[in-house]
């Protein structure tokens, strides 16, 4: 059974940065496998797509509210995946969450992802 654990989130001020991290276990073929996304969901709304990096670390995608302030990274030996995220605003306030993708691509629905961490909170306060 896949896991994922992400670890990272906190309070800060604005213009902050903070580095989310995202742990996988349970992968019977090894990693990396798939492709990995970021997702968020603030209250009272959907999730939505942050950022998404193909399996070999290549051809990342950002939604357009966090590109050129947020960085996805991924260090396939150790089994992990990284979100860097600078500049934080008070609209990035969300529950973040890491997600493993069936396919070898960056995705941005959160179809395309079959399992998911538990989230963990950031908040930006002004």
């Known amino acids: 059974q896949v896991q994922l654990v992400e670890s990272g989130g906190g309070v800060v001020q604005a213009g902050a940065s903070l580095r989310l991290s995202c742990v996988l276990h349970g992968l019977t073929m090894g990693f990396p496998d798939k492709a990995m996304g970021w997702f968020r969901q603030a209250p009272g709304k959907e999730r939505e797509f942050v950022a998404s990096?193909?399996?070999?670390?290549?051809?990342?995608k950002y939604a357009e509210s966090v590109k050129g302030r947020f960085t996805t990274s991924r260090d396939n030996a150790k089994n992990l995946v990284y979100l860097q995220m600078n500049n934080l605003k008070t609209e990035d306030t969300a529950v973040y969450y890491c997600?493993?993708?069936?396919?070898?691509?960056?995705?941005?629905?959160?179809?395309?992802?079959?399992?998911w961490g538990q989230g963990t909170q950031v908040t930006v306060s002004s």
């Open positions: 990096i193909s399996w070999n670390g290549d051809w990342p």
């Open positions: 997600a493993r993708a069936g396919t070898l691509t960056p995705q941005t629905t959160s179809q395309a992802y079959d399992y």
